[in-house]
T-cell receptor, first 118, second 115 residues
């Protein structure tokens, strides 16, 4: 199994809703990431979890709240979003720092959740 | 600021033409380098990666890239493009070991292959 699975694939939510994006991988990777991608732009890093601990928060607004319940799962909780938060949200995983010499720090990306805030 | 640069924003080629997309980075030390492709409406796929060894890296779909350390470059090449190669191509870099693992993307190059 060499996939990163994201659910849902599409999500439409109102500005007062609370929703969650989910990401799962079973490759034994110990680093997981959330990226945001606007149309015709490169992905922008939001959060990094390394060995289930939050290691990077790229000054993301608190209306986005990440959670890593275990080494295979990564969630992104959404609350009180704005229309400008509409984007493709990508999850990725990588082996982690300990494996950098043998595997490089290659990332595997999920297909993304296309989020529309109305 | 340290960054990744892709100077070709939009490239239009005819089928069977040769392709070279530029990528330059400004980090010192040992970096991990990647090329990703994103077909219209689809997710990012890894074309190839370099982290050590032979600087000429062969990837999927007939793509290759050459790491030239002295030029801080990692250009993507394909001898003969196909219409199905129409996509957005992103170069990406992970800075040297010791820095927080942070895959940073270039701005992307849109490749359009005409029949």
């Amino acid at each position: 199994d060499t996939e990163v699975t994201q659910t849902p694939k599409h999500l439409v939510m109102g500005m007062t809703n609370k929703k969650s994006l989910k990401c799962e991988q079973h490759m034994g990777h110990r680093a997981m990431y959330w990226y945001k991608q606007k149309a015709k732009k490169p992905p922008e890093l939001m959060f990094v979890y390394s060995y289930e601990k939050l290691s990077i928060n790229e000054s993301v607004p608190s209306r986005f709240s990440p959670e890593c319940p275990n080494s295979s799962l990564l969630n992104l909780h959404l609350h009180a979003l704005q229309p400008e938060d509409s984007a493709l949200y990508l999850c990725a995983s990588s082996p982690g720092e300990r494996f950098q010499r043998t595997e490089g720090r290659g990332y595997t990306f999920g297909s993304g959740t296309r989020l529309t805030v109305v | 600021a340290q960054s990744v640069s892709q100077h070709n924003h939009h490239v239009i080629l005819s089928e069977a033409a040769s392709l070279e997309l530029g990528c330059n980075y400004s980090y010192g030390g040992t970096v991990n380098l990647f090329w990703y492709v994103q077909y219209p409406g689809q997710h990012l796929q890894l074309l190839l990666k370099y982290f050590s060894g032979d600087p000429l890296v062969k990837g999927i779909k007939g793509f290759e890239a050459e790491f030239i350390k002295s030029k801080f470059s990692f250009n993507l090449r394909k001898p003969s493009v196909q219409w199905s190669d129409t996509a957005e191509y992103f170069c990406a870099v992970i800075p040297p070991t010791g820095t927080a693992s942070k895959l940073t993307f270039g701005t992307g190059t849109r490749l359009q292959v005409t029949l």
